[in-house]
T-cell receptor
């Protein structure tokens, strides 16, 4: 009964491909996020969605696009994958009153070859 | 521009002793600080937080101390247990900004 689940757990793909990572939360939270953990292990926020509105968009290439079909889902679409996109991507959710106390998914390790 | 720094990549302590993990930040606008714990192949889990109006927050074996003048916070775990072995991330944010900045993490190993 996972609170925040993301699929797939591992993704290996070739440069130039388009891929998606799915995320679902069953906590009833109103805010969802995507984080990227780079090779130096820093976790950096990419996107934040609150009530289906994008409220944060860090300096992320527009090849990355979040899609939220409903409050419980925030999928990450990546177009024209590049080698530098290889990283672990974490989905997270929180309730706006305690927005910093986020619940994270287990991560998706993306490898671009 | 790393605004949150954890200068010790690893720490090893004996079971039952105190673990002290340190974190420094540079942005004086940060007013809310958190610690997350991460096991391998799992996402980070929220552990404890502290607001800038406090200098200490305690939750069971875990205590976070904040020194605003030094822009420094620390996490104390007493007594340390083998199950505490994980990577600990320090994070900082502003109340009016949903942007949370993480440090690079410190890997804690508690030896039985």
């Amino acid at each position: 009964d996972t609170a925040v689940s993301q699929t797939p757990k591992y993704l290996v793909t070739q440069m130039g491909n388009d891929k998606s990572i799915k995320c679902e939360q069953n906590l009833g939270h109103d805010t969802m996020y995507w984080y990227k953990q780079d090779s130096k292990k820093f976790l950096k926020i990419m996107f934040s969605y609150n009530n289906k509105e994008l409220i944060i968009n860090e300096t992320v290439p527009n090849r990355f696009s979040p899609k939220s079909p409903d409050k419980a889902h925030l999928n990450l679409h990546i177009n024209s994958l590049e080698l530098g996109d290889s990283a672990v991507y974490f989905c997270a959710s929180s309730q706006s009153e305690k927005w910093a106390e986020a619940f994270f998914g287990q991560g998706t390790r993306l490898t671009v070859v | 521009d790393q605004q949150v720094k954890q200068n010790s990549p690893s720490l090893s302590v004996q079971e039952g002793r105190i673990s002290i993990l340190n974190c420094d930040y540079t942005n004086s606008m940060f007013d809310y600080f958190l610690w997350y714990k991460k096991y391998p192949a799992e996402g980070p889990t929220f552990l404890i937080s502290i607001s800038s109006i406090k200098d200490k927050n305690e939750d069971g074996r875990f205590t976070v101390f904040l020194n605003k003048s030094a822009k420094h916070l620390s996490l104390h775990i007493v007594p340390s247990q083998p199950g505490d072995s994980a990577v600990y991330f320090c994070a900082a944010s502003s109340y009016n900004n949903n942007d949370m900045r993480f440090g690079a993490g410190t890997r804690l190993t508690v030896k039985p």
